[in-house]
């Protein structure tokens, strides 16, 4: 099945700087990549996500790149915000799991004002 | 998107007792499922709840422990059962967003977080 990598486990950025999380996968048929942005106490909530047919993806200060050659796809932050600071999780979706989402293991990021 | 509302939102159970988390969608859904974050961990997916039919287990989670109910297209709900230490998670409710590419696209609900002593 799929397997999804999420590096780094914990992020720390001063207010203004970007930060980046990557992640890779191991099914080729995946085709379906979402980011997560889980604040403290609340659910998971959807921030931007692209599909295989695309290589990149921007809206407003965060953009998503997929390199569907080496299998990663990675969030991009800029200007980041103490508010950006939160848990965000990667994911892919696969045909072959019957479109089911496997999720990374998340990364804490954390912005210093 | 779908709006989800879970019930409760935390409790503090204790070891053997059981617990039902209701999950309660503002439209009709076709796809709700059931995920575990245990603590500081990511997300894992429970099962699948079906209307009108069992619920599809992942491997790893059983029925009797989990047992799931959608008797409607818009609310559901997990019972924990016999619970102990381990148990102690947030469980997740969440809905996919209808047919073709809207099928991945997952909305959660906040959460209940279970706390087994």
């Known amino acids: 099945g799929e397997n999804v990598e999420q590096h780094p486990s914990t992020l720390s950025v001063q207010e203004g700087d970007s930060a980046v999380i990557k992640c890779t996968y191991s099914?080729?048929?995946?085709?379906?990549f979402p980011w997560y942005k889980q604040e403290l106490g609340k659910g998971p909530q959807l921030i931007i996500d692209?599909?295989?047919?695309?290589g990149e993806k921007k809206d407003q200060r965060i953009a998503v790149t997929l390199n569907k050659t080496a299998k990663h796809f990675s969030l991009h932050i800029t200007e980041t915000q103490p508010e950006d600071s939160a848990v965000y999780f990667c994911a892919a979706s696969s045909r072959n799991a019957g479109n089911m989402l496997t999720f990374g293991g998340g990364t804490r990021l954390m912005v210093k004002p | 998107s779908a709006v989800i509302s879970q019930k409760p939102s935390r409790d503090i159970c204790q070891r053997g007792t059981s617990l039902t988390i209701q999950c309660q969608v503002d439209?009709?859904?076709?796809?709700m499922f059931w995920y575990r974050q245990q603590p500081g961990q990511s997300l894992t997916l429970i099962a699948t709840?079906?209307?009108?039919?069992?619920?599809t287990y992942e491997s790893g989670f059983v029925i009797d422990k989990f047992p799931i109910s959608r008797p409607n297209l818009t609310f559901s709900t997990l019972t924990v059962s016999n619970m102990s230490p381990e148990d102690s998670s947030i469980y997740l409710c969440s809905v996919s967003g209808g047919w073709g590419e809207g099928a991945n696209v997952l909305t959660f609900g906040a959460g209940s977080r279970l706390t087994v002593l």
């Open positions: 439209s009709q859904v076709t796809m």
């Open positions: 099914d080729s048929a995946s085709n379906y």
């Open positions: 709840a079906n209307q009108g039919s069992e619920a």
């Open positions: 692209i599909r295989s047919n695309v």
